[in-house]
Structure formats: structure tokens, C-alpha cells
């Protein structure tokens, strides 16, 4: 079982109607679930404070944003990284944000108490957040906050990013930290945003070796993914012996995402959450806290978070989709959304350069095990 968290102040993190990661997503979720009849009661945690906020972000970035929230005019927002096309300014978005970031720490705390074992966040996953500038829809490091706690109550944590982009904030922010081990599965930044993410990042100075990064070519399917996240991950976690794993669970590696180009499917997500339940089980004394991230497509988000939450749930996975809660949400589904749960198979046409790609995405994982085999020991 799992404990959720979420409260419906969560939607108000909402950067406008033309914006990708739209609330929306989350509201046809709980819908789905509640349709499945699922009565879930999921906690209510309280905002983060600003001293909260404060353990990850500078102060000067906070009193940016905290300004743009009250509606006061900040020349100087885009420097920090406000005001673009991708974190548009938006009333009470300090606010929104604290909502977001409170949800991962409490999450963290029930952990730390031992009040429970497994924690979904459902929101958040705000990875690409530095420490003074929003990027990629981020504006506050949710999971860095979360982590910051859990390193500070003297445990080693361990972060696996599966969202299709690589988690740079939460690398970058620990990027010196032997604390903190980060693993991030990602289309590789020679071809997507934010652009990083390559196998050379392995973290600095005494934490060398504590980044590691799997960047797969563009169109990579399920085999080549789960092939490189089994050569890598488990191995990682039984090196580092963490006190605890946290997941950002982004949905946008699956085939149809908009932005992106991996070719993920619902039974591959799948795949991976049971993988996830193992390890954090073998290797992070059971301890799980996960969070949700991107993903850009209704037909798919709701789709492939209801799989995560039903897996930590430990409840059965329908076959089908309500007939209602389609009808409910057809305006944002489209008319031609299959009411099946899973992705039929074969979920697309074969794709073209099958094998190059394989050997290409397999060379890149032995040449990490390769520089890694000089840390792990
Ligand atoms: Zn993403």
C-alpha cells in the first residue's frame, strides 16, 4: 500500500490555458480513478514555508517571485527565468508553488517518522528548478526540498528520474553532494531540452561518480529502455545502499507525448513502476517516494498515472476506461481515444532504424558502466 497526497490547491499551479502542464491532467486522473471506484482520501499537507523554500533556493530568486505573485512588475523576472513562454508570470504563484513543494516534504516527513513506507505525491516533480532561476514549467524544486530534508535528518538518499527530460535541477543541486545519488533516464540533450544529461556528468569533487545519466537516442522503444535501465539502476542502488528512493514518475516518454520522441508504452510504464517497487524494497529499505512530472498528452497521462497509482496501490488494473469519465473528458481525450486501459499491441507501426539505435543506446550504457566500475566497488 501507499500513502497519496494531494489537495485541490495543487490546480492552482496553472500557467494558463495555452500551457502544457495544465492541471487539468491531474483533474482527469482523480476523475479516472474515482470512475474505477477507488474512494482514495488522499492527505492534505500544508504549504511549504519560505524557510522551506529557503533550504534549496537562493533568496533573491524567492523575493522575485514572491513580488510577481503579489502582481508587482519585475524587470528584471526573465534573468531569473520568469515571464518566458515556458514559466509564464501568473498571480499567486509563490503560493501555487509552496503547495507543490509542501506536498514532496510532507511526503518525506511521513517517511522520516516511519509512518509509512511508500508515498505518491500526486503533482509536482518540479525537476528542472535551480537554485535562482525557474526553467521548464519549474518553478520551486519540490524534490530537491524533499531530498535536502531527508540528507539533513542523515540519510542517503537515492533520485531516479524516468520523466522523458533530463532531471538537471535536482542533478545540478546535488551535483556535489555524496549524499545524494541521481539517476536520470532521458532522451538524449543532443536532441531535446534542456540539452544535458550526457554520460560524462558524473558529479564533482568527493561526489564524483554520485550522477549518472542514461541519455537514449530519439525514437528508443521499450526493449532498449528497460534493457538500459536494468543494466544500470539496480546496480547503482546496491552501490549507493540508500536510506530511501525517490522517483519523478514524468509520463512524457510514452510514444505519443507531444514533446518528445521516445516510444515508451502503458505496458513499458508499467514494467517500470513494478521494477521501481522492487528495488526501492531490495535496496532503500523499502522506502518510496514518488512524484508525478511531465507528461503532455491527456490521452496518455491519465492513462499511465492511474497505472502508477493503482501498482502502489497494490489494486487491480481494469481493462477498460469508464464509459463516463470518457464522455466527461472527450473534449480534451479527442474522439478517437480506444477505451482501453493499456496501449493495444503493437501500440504503433515499426520504426525505422531499429538496430542502429539499439547498438547506439547499448554503446552508450557500456561506456557508462565502463567509467563507473572505477567507483562502484
Ligand atoms: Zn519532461
Do not use: K
Amino acid at each position: 500500500m501507499a500513502a497519496l497526497i494531494h489537495r485541490p490547491d495543487y490546480a492552482r499551479y496553472d500557467f494558463g490555458p495555452e500551457h502544457p502542464f495544465t492541471p487539468a491532467r491531474l483533474s482527469m486522473l482523480l476523475d479516472l480513478m474515482r470512475e474505477l471506484g477507488h474512494d482514495l482520501q488522499p492527505l492534505a499537507a500544508p504549504a511549504a514555508t519560505r524557510e522551506e523554500i529557503l533550504s534549496i533556493h537562493d533568496e533573491a530568486y524567492v523575493e522575485v517571485i514572491e513580488a510577481l505573485d503579489r502582481g508587482e512588475a519585475r524587470p528584471d523576472a526573465e534573468r531569473f527565468g520568469l515571464g518566458t513562454p515556458d514559466n509564464p508570470i501568473f498571480p499567486g504563484m509563490d503560493l501555487a508553488a509552496r503547495w507543490l513543494v509542501g506536498g514532496a516534504l510532507h511526503g518525506a516527513r511521513l517517511l522520516m517518522e516511519g509512518t509509512e513506507q511508500r508515498v505518491l505525491q500526486l503533482g509536482g516533480g518540479l525537476h528542472h528548478a535551480q537554485r535562482s532561476h525557474a526553467a521548464g514549467f519549474c518553478l520551486y524544486n519540490d524534490l530537491a526540498v524533499a531530498i535536502q530534508a531527508m540528507v539533513d535528518h542523515g540519510w542517503h538518499v537515492a533520485y531516479l528520474d524516468i520523466d522523458l527530460h533530463h532531471g538537471d535541477g535536482v542533478q545540478n543541486l546535488f551535483y556535489d553532494s555524496d549524499r545524494v545519488l541521481t539517476v536520470s533516464l532521458h532522451e538524449s540533450g543532443h536532441y531535446l531540452y534542456p540539452g544535458t544529461g550526457h554520460i560524462q556528468e558524473l558529479g564533482s569533487g568527493s561526489a564524483r561518480g554520485f550522477s549518472l545519466n542514461v541519455p537514449m537516442e530519439p525514437f528508443s522503444e521499450a526493449e532498449d529502455y528497460l534493457e538500459a535501465f536494468d543494466a544500470v539502476v539496480p546496480q547503482a542502488l546496491a552501490w549507493f545502499s540508500p536510506q530511501v528512493l525517490v522517483v519523478q514518475a514524468g509520463a512524457d516518454a510514452h510514444f505519443a507525448d507531444p514533446l518528445g520522441d521516445l516510444a515508451l508504452t502503458t505496458q513499458t510504464f508499467q514494467a517500470l513502476y513494478q521494477r521501481i517497487l522492487t528495488l526501492a524494497q531490495r535496496h532503500a529499505q523499502g522506502r518510496l517516494l514518488v512524484t508525478l512530472g511531465g507528461g503532455y498528452e491527456a490521452q496518455v497521462v491519465a492513462r499511465v498515472w492511474a497505472i502508477l497509482m493503482l501498482t502502489m496501490l497494490e489494486l487491480p488494473l481494469p481493462e477498460e476506461l469508464p464509459a463516463p469519465w470518457m464522455a466527461r473528458w472527450q473534449h480534451l481525450l479527442g474522439p478517437d481515444l480506444s477505451p482501453h486501459l493499456h496501449d493495444p499491441v503493437p501500440a504503433y507501426p515499426p520504426l525505422p532504424g531499429r538496430e542502429v539505435r539499439s547498438r547506439h543506446n547499448r554503446d552508450t550504457v557500456s561506456r557508462l558502466l565502463d567509467t563507473m566500475s572505477r567507483y562502484w566497488f
